[in-house]
């Protein structure tokens, strides 16, 4: 069920809460500033399909991430690390006088260390809470075709196609050092680190279903290899 869609006396005793974590960024020319909320709000909807019905509780995105790296580009709206780390606490905290588990599905990278952080503080102080990622199998890293799939799929309408052009295409590993110290403009002038071009809405819903179904096992708690 949709939190915002119910009321205080619908919610069940030890329900699952899944909460989506995305950013407000610049995705290149040819997506929208909003692409990893709307990627993380598919994967967590699907997974929620997923769970036994009744006790799982699909809470509203989490916008505002941390995207340093692509501060460059206007338009980017990030809150940094240490504001997402806090954010993720507080929410985790208030979810846990009613829910039994929290569960947050993130849809960017820069996320990571406030999701790590955070979580294993709501740990340490006796909570069931998890994180995990929504990311497209053997994908580019950022506006490239996996994601450019992904929006053709979800939101067609939001995609400009005749916009999109590549950007470096070498692997994550090879730019991280310079991403990190000056960021994706210095690397990529027109925000792409990838190549759009090819991608398709019958690959973008290829890849949905095999992020649903990794992020349901793990969320289930299954071993590698089942499910």
């Known amino acids: 069920m949709d939190l ?3 009321r205080w006396d619908g919610i069940e005793p030890g329900s699952l809460v899944i909460v989506p974590v995305g950013s407000t960024e610049q995705h290149g020319l040819h997506l929208p500033f909003d692409t990893d909320t709307l990627i993380a709000e598919a994967v967590a909807r699907g997974v929620a399909e997923q769970m036994p019905p009744g006790g799982t509780v699909l809470a509203p995105s989490i916008a505002y991430g941390a995207s340093g790296e692509h501060q460059d580009f206007p338009g980017t709206a990030s809150i940094g690390t240490e504001a997402l780390t806090a954010v993720l ?14 569960v ?21 102080e006796g909570r069931d809470v998890d994180w995990v990622p929504c990311v497209p ?18 939101h067609p309408s939001r995609v400009m196609p005749d916009r999109a052009a590549a950007g470096p295409v070498d692997h994550i590993e090879a730019l991280l050092p310079e991403l990190r110290e000056r960021g994706v403009r210095a690397v990529s002038p027109n925000g792409v680190l990838g190549d759009p071009r090819g991608a398709s809405a019958a690959e973008g819903r290829h890849l949905l279903e095999r992020m649903v179904a990794e992020a349901a096992r793990r969320i289930r708690r299954e071993p590698q290899g089942r499910g």
Do not use: K, Q, Y
Not at 89 to 102: F, K, M, Q, V, Y
């Open 89 to 102: 606490i507080e929410l985790g905290r208030s979810i846990g006088t009613w829910a039994d588990r929290t």
């Open 137 to 154: 199998p053997g994908g580019d890293a950022h506006a490239g075709r996996a994601e450019t799939s992904l929006l053709l799929h979800l």
């Open 104 to 124: 947050f599905v993130n849809g960017h990278g820069g996320n990571l260390e406030a999701l790590t952080a955070a979580v294993d503080r709501l740990r340490f």
């Open 4 to 6: 915002v869609d119910t």
